[in-house]
């Protein structure tokens, strides 16, 4: 084992890696409490959406050890997971949006997830993502995180919906969800403060223990303890719904609607491309592995990344990335696959823990006695606030200084959460970007990519609004 993964060589031992794989998987493990929370909303089975997570993400992580040697483990990609619910299904969007059926997205998923292994074959995903400026890269990664932040405080009861202004701070007197929400978002913020590893967990799980402790002390409903440990199921309601999909999203990309299937499918390949890159490069800057600013063995960790992907579609879960939670177990001592491996074992070990799962990912109802339930989620909305502003470091790295640069970074970043559609914030980042550099005469600055994305965005505006205004 010890020659397999060059432990030895990269100055590590078995234990470090043990360790550092096991401190990964704490920091990462909010995503199996989320991930079946999110993707319900889209009608899918929870239980096979948890267990479809924790199988995919454990032969991404397998896969990832085996391949590339690299302490990196993969997930289904916060971020995804809001974009397959709120755009590709198109949840509480309106009237005559155009959205997919979750086997359709599924079905898209995984399709992109294949485009993504054969792009990391033959070098064409490097080269796609040095074509998109960094600007825009920086943007879109801090809009995601307000996006993500947006839904914690919706679904910790910490805002409404208000006619005039469209949201506004909650009333906090008697909203016991935005209590639970608060003390739930100290725990983290405090455990963080202190470097406590599994801070995001520790807190989820405190979180539950409050929420079950009012439901339990008061007369207000909030979850019941169904057990920790259960026997996996709900597999069977998610995997193979992708290959139903893949007829009626192929009539759907044969008519009227490619634009927008083509479109779709852009917005899941640069996020995963942003995703993996970046993560690949921080984590392998941390652990000392870059060689002359190259990272060896790259396409090899790609194509963990994109066949993680494809299993995780096929099987019922979003888009699996690489996870920068991973630079916890480097600094735990890791430095090798074994403990990306250690991970994936820890994700199969979670199988058995479904009845905690589904109760903490269930919600809270807080609708009034025989009306139709509105769940709100004190104990992920902290996760959720907490995973946002760290995503916001993004914004270190724009140049403010150039117009042309910081404006459509900033136009994407806002975009996103005030328009509830990350693919309305890629678009309009790109095209302000294209025409920024346009009218400013430095049009070689900008990639051809990027200008022919741009317009077809256009088109595909322009196109929408001329149907929608027809009688």
């Known amino acids: ?73 993969l997930a289904p990609g916060m971020g995804e997971n809001f974009f397959f619910v709120f755009t590709l299904c198109g949840v509480g969007a309106g009237a005559g949006v155009f959205r997919l059926t979750w086997p359709e997205a599924l079905a898209l998923t995984a399709g992109v997830g294949a485009i993504f292994l054969l792009m990391s074959t033959v070098g064409l995903r490097s080269m796609l993502l040095n074509a998109i400026p960094d600007a ?22 910490l805002i409404r919906h208000d006619a005039a202004t ?23 913020m405090v455990l963080m403060a202190f470097r406590v590893r599994g801070a995001i967990l520790i807190g989820i799980l405190a979180t539950t223990v409050a929420t079950w402790a009012v439901g339990a002390l008061t007369p207000v409903e909030t979850i019941s303890f169904h057990g920790v440990v259960g026997v996996p199921r709900g597999l069977d309601q998610t995997a193979g719904a992708f290959w139903n999909g893949f007829g009626t999203l192929g009539g759907k990309l044969l008519g009227e609607h490619a634009l927008e299937v083509v479109g779709f499918a852009f917005v899941l390949l640069f996020m995963d491309l942003f995703d993996t890159v970046g993560t690949l490069v921080g984590v ?39 996870f920068i939670e991973s630079v916890t177990g480097v600094a735990s001592g890791a430095r090798t696959g074994l403990a990306a491996i250690v991970t994936g074992a820890c994700m199969l070990a979670a199988l ?34 907490v995973v946002g502003a760290m995503m916001m470091r993004a914004m270190r790295e724009i140049d403010w200084d150039d117009v042309t640069e910081s404006l459509p970074a900033f136009l994407a970043m806002v975009s996103i959460p005030f328009t509830f559609s990350i693919a309305t914030g890629i678009a309009i980042g790109f095209v302000s970007y294209a025409f920024g550099k346009l009218i400013s005469g430095r049009a070689k600055q900008c990639s051809i ?3 022919v994305f741009a317009a077809l965005f256009i088109l595909q505006y322009a196109l929408g609004a001329w149907t929608h205004a027809i009688p």
Not at 20 to 31: K, P
């Open 1 to 73: 084992m010890a020659l397999l993964f060059r432990i030895r060589e990269r100055q590590s031992t078995p234990a470090r890696e043990v360790v550092g794989g096991l401190t990964t998987f704490m920091a990462m493990s909010y995503i199996l409490f989320v991930q079946p929370a999110v993707l319900s909303m889209a009608g899918m089975d929870s239980g096979g959406v948890f267990m479809a997570t924790c199988i995919a993400s454990a032969a991404a992580c397998v896969l990832m050890g085996l391949a590339s040697n690299y302490p990196i483990a």
């Open 284 to 322: 392998a800057s941390r652990a000392k592995l870059m060689v002359d600013g190259r990272l060896p063995r790259a396409q090899h960790a790609l194509m963990a990344d994109a066949a993680g992907t494809v299993v995780g579609g096929c099987l019922g879960t979003s888009t699996v990335t690489s």
């Open 352 to 385: 058995f823990f479904q009845p905690l799962v589904q109760m903490i990912g269930g919600g809270v109802n807080i609708a009034p006695a025989g009306a139709a339930p509105i769940l709100r989620y004190p104990m992920i909305a902290p996760a959720l606030i």
């Open 166 to 188: 469209c949201v506004h701070l909650a009333d906090i007197h008697g909203n016991y969800v935005a209590a639970l929400t608060l003390a739930g978002l100290g725990v983290v």
């Open 449 to 451: 990519i990027v200008y």
């Open 136 to 157: 825009l890269k920086s943007g879109i990664a801090a809009g995601i995180g307000l996006f993500i932040a947006l839904i914690g405080f919706e679904w910790g009861n």
